[in-house]
């Protein structure tokens, strides 16, 4: 019986299809939003497309060449991936390999490729605690024994994530971990109380820079100094309400010319929001709903607990993620520097969100079919 279950047939191609349609908008929108920089900073309009494009197409081909390795083969690779990953987060400080932007300290330089280690250090998470949580289900809900442990490794990185000055990171490896532990079957009261002290160490963060304290008290009245700290939010929400219900038209954006900073990457959509208006967002966030939703169903149906919790929690990384930059974008955040899955410049981010669609694919070729009850006719 075991067997049969385990049997691979075909991937979900309703995920495989809103993936197409999520990622060929990131790139139409990339190219819309980042021609007026990309021309006054490097001379060529079509400088960052180029880029995306590149990405995109090597993000495509891993997606394919993942949907096809037996998603169980990872657990086998956990101790390696843990060491790879704290060893590319750890030459991230080393000078000459870690490169400094924007007040932080986030990616890695090694020869021609750049890429941003914590990016990694999602997937590799959700592998991680994936495959731990699988084998402790039969004392789950002992606090100390089933729950805790895991959360070492978690807050190792989670510490070195928050060293490279990147909350917003931090912020979804604290989310997606804890929805993590709830679909393990840990106890609501197990989850509260990490919540409560997520949220505790996380003010701890923001109150003792100056500079994290301006961005959160920013967000709240942003329009209290527009032309300073309240700028990149204020640009933002003049973006979205610019659009009104149908938009100001596709590459009509006005806040791209050099109004709104990082409009290609964390703020792409407020852009999306002003030239494809609330339609154009509505439809986007349809495909973000149906994929999560697609998501869902092929790792609940999967035949083996670890199957089930990589499922889930891909779909939480990527959830969280955009739940967090839209908050961001429309002011319900602080700004966090987090890109939006499958639209945002940036070359890891696709790649590894890509390459977690891969994952989650084939976790939906070894769905279990619902069983349909048999018909009798009745004489």
């Avoid at 037996?70 to 101790?79: G, N």
């Avoid at 109380?193 to 820079?209: A, P, R």
């Avoid at 494809?276 to 967002?281: E, S």
Wanted: charged residues 10%; hydrophobic residues 50%.
């Amino acid at each position: 019986m075991e067997e049969q279950q385990l049997r691979k047939g075909q991937p979900d191609f309703i995920i495989l299809i809103l993936t197409f349609i999520l990622t060929g908008i990131g790139l139409v929108m990339v190219y819309s939003s980042s021609q007026i920089h990309a021309y006054t900073g490097w001379g060529d309009s079509t400088y960052f497309i180029k880029q995306q494009v590149r990405n995109g197409m090597l993000g495509l081909v891993v997606m394919f060449v993942v949907m096809n390795i037996p998603y169980r083969i990872y657990r086998k690779f956990i101790p390696l991936i843990l060491l790879g990953l704290l060893v590319l987060m750890t030459l991230v400080f080393i000078p000459g390999l870690g490169v400094e932007a924007k007040g932080a300290q986030r990616w890695l330089y090694i020869g021609p490729i750049n890429l941003q280690p914590s990016e990694l250090v999602k997937i590799g998470l959700v592998i991680y605690l994936a495959s731990i949580y699988s084998k402790k289900q039969e004392y789950i809900s002992d606090f100390k024994r089933g729950v805790v442990p895991p959360l070492v490794v978690v807050a190792i990185f989670f510490t070195l994530i928050l060293m490279q000055r990147d909350l917003g990171t931090g912020m979804s490896v604290i989310f997606f971990t804890l929805v993590m532990i709830f679909c393990s079957g840990a106890q609501f009261k197990h989850i509260l109380g990490l919540g409560i002290l997520s949220g505790i160490i996380g003010s701890i963060f923001i109150f003792t820079q100056s500079y994290r304290l301006e961005r959160f008290t920013s967000f709240l009245d942003p329009w209290s100094d527009p032309l300073g700290s309240g700028f990149q939010l204020t640009q933002s929400l003049i973006a979205i309400g610019n659009g009104g219900f149908l938009g100001k038209g596709f590459g009509n954006s006005i806040q791209k010319y050099m109004y709104l900073p990082e409009a290609h990457t964390d703020f792409i959509f407020a852009i999306i929001a002003e030239e494809l208006g609330l339609l154009g967002i509505s439809f986007i966030l349809l495909c973000y709903v149906l994929l999560l939703l697609r998501g869902i169903r092929a790792a609940v149906r999967c035949p083996d607990s670890f199957g089930t919790l990589l499922g889930i929690g891909i779909v939480a990384m990527i959830g969280v993620q955009v739940l967090i930059n839209i908050a961001v974008v429309s002011g319900r955040l602080p700004v966090t520097g987090i890109t939006l899955p499958f639209l945002s410049y940036g070359g890891t981010s696709l790649i590894l969100t890509l390459s977690s669609i891969g994952i989650l694919l084939n976790v939906s070729r070894y769905a279990v079919e619902e069983e349909v009850p048999n018909q009798r006719s009745v004489n």
